[in-house]
């Protein structure tokens, strides 16, 4: 998306460009408003069954701030894990 300016108090995008198998778009700032609007509802509703899926509602709160010198360590290796276990399978993306 384009960089943000603001008409009024609302703050628009001043264009987005759409890649998708077999299209390319530009949209205006209020098309890309209304696909912003979207992407938000769609990703809410992936969280919350994300949180459904995965039982986390039956789980204790969390603290919100991550202490890097432990979590870090612990992501490397997870990633490292996983790119290992799906090192032969390719997942499909339409992104990049």
């Known amino acids: 998306m384009g960089p943000a300016r603001f008409s009024g108090n609302k703050p628009f995008a ?16 209020v098309a ?17 069954r994300w949180i459904a899926e995965h039982h986390l509602q039956d789980r204790p709160p969390v603290a919100t701030c991550v202490d890097r010198f432990v979590a870090d360590p612990a992501a490397l290796v997870r990633m490292s894990d996983w790119v290992e276990q799906t090192r032969w399978f390719e997942v499909k993306s339409y992104v990049g």
């Open 14 to 29: 001043m264009g987005a460009l759409i890649e998708s198998p077999g299209v390319t778009a530009h949209l205006d700032p």
């Open 32 to 48: 890309t408003l209304h696909l912003e609007k979207r992407v938000r509802i769609a990703i809410e509703e992936q969280i919350l």
